[in-house]
């Protein structure tokens, strides 16, 4: 079957490193997305992986092995302003409509 | 200009009302998408647009009826709504439906409550 399993919720403190894991078993995969999503906002796209190894961008990290499925996204230098949802998503097929997603990862700053 | 916006921000809507919801991007993105989003949820698709045909309706009721008049708009016309539809309804584009490294670019969304 489908399915994508990523924490439910997790603390850290300002400045820190947080890393948000991601598991997948899907039928298909051509790639993987982390959204960011603010309460009551809108997904906010953060990274893409569909190759093995870790893509950097600024604070953000994300790193795919697709062969054990997993994924993580990794923040740096955690500020107030990352306590969000972050959402694993995954590409199943050809479409981007095909999209299985996680039910998101709570993050909770703390000073 | 990575811009999809979408009004209004919040709807009130009795379960006899029609209003609409709409969507409007200026990026040439040829795929758009509505979804549903409860609280604590991913979003849910529901509708996908390419080049302004429907391509993809995921069971969806007909209470809720898609219409993309042009390459840019996309709406979402609500009407009979039961107080479950109460949601934040999210619209998104893509460069195409298919393919690539292609990212799902979302709208601000609209909070829709049924009343």
């Known amino acids: 079957g489908q399915n994508i399993d990523q924490p439910t919720e997790m603390t850290a403190t300002e400045g820190a490193i947080v890393q948000i894991n991601c598991t997948y078993q899907?039928?298909?995969?051509?790639?993987l997305f982390w959204y960011q999503q603010h309460a009551g906002e809108a997904p906010t796209f953060l990274s893409y992986?569909?190759l093995d190894g870790l893509e950097e961008k600024g604070r953000f990290s994300s790193f795919l092995s697709r062969s054990k499925g997993y994924s993580y996204l990794l923040l740096k230098e955690l500020q107030m302003k990352d306590s969000a949802s972050y959402l694993c998503?995954?590409?199943?097929?050809?479409?981007?409509?095909?999209?299985?997603w996680g039910a998101g990862t709570k993050l909770i700053i703390k000073p | 200009d990575t811009e999809v916006t979408q009004t209004p921000k919040h709807l009130v809507m009795g379960m006899t009302n029609k209003k609409s919801l709409k969507c409007e991007q200026h990026?040439?993105?040829?795929?758009m998408y509505w979804y549903k989003q409860k609280a604590k949820k991913p979003p849910e698709l529901m509708f996908v647009?390419?080049?302004?045909?429907?391509?993809i309706n995921e069971s969806v009721p007909s209470r809720f009826s898609p219409e993309c008049p042009n390459s840019s708009l996309l709406n979402l016309h609500l009407h009979a709504l039961q107080p479950e539809d109460s949601a934040l309804y999210l619209c998104?584009?893509?460069?195409?439906?298919?393919?690539?490294?292609?990212?799902?670019?979302f709208g601000p969304g609209t909070r829709l409550t049924v009343l």
């Open positions: 998104a584009s893509s460069t195409r439906l298919a393919g690539g490294t292609d990212t799902q670019y």
């Open positions: 990026m040439g993105h040829r795929a």
């Open positions: 647009y390419s080049y302004e045909k429907l391509s």
């Open positions: 899907t039928s298909g995969f051509n790639g």
């Open positions: 992986n569909v």
């Open positions: 998503a995954v590409r199943e097929g050809d479409s981007n409509y095909q999209l299985i």
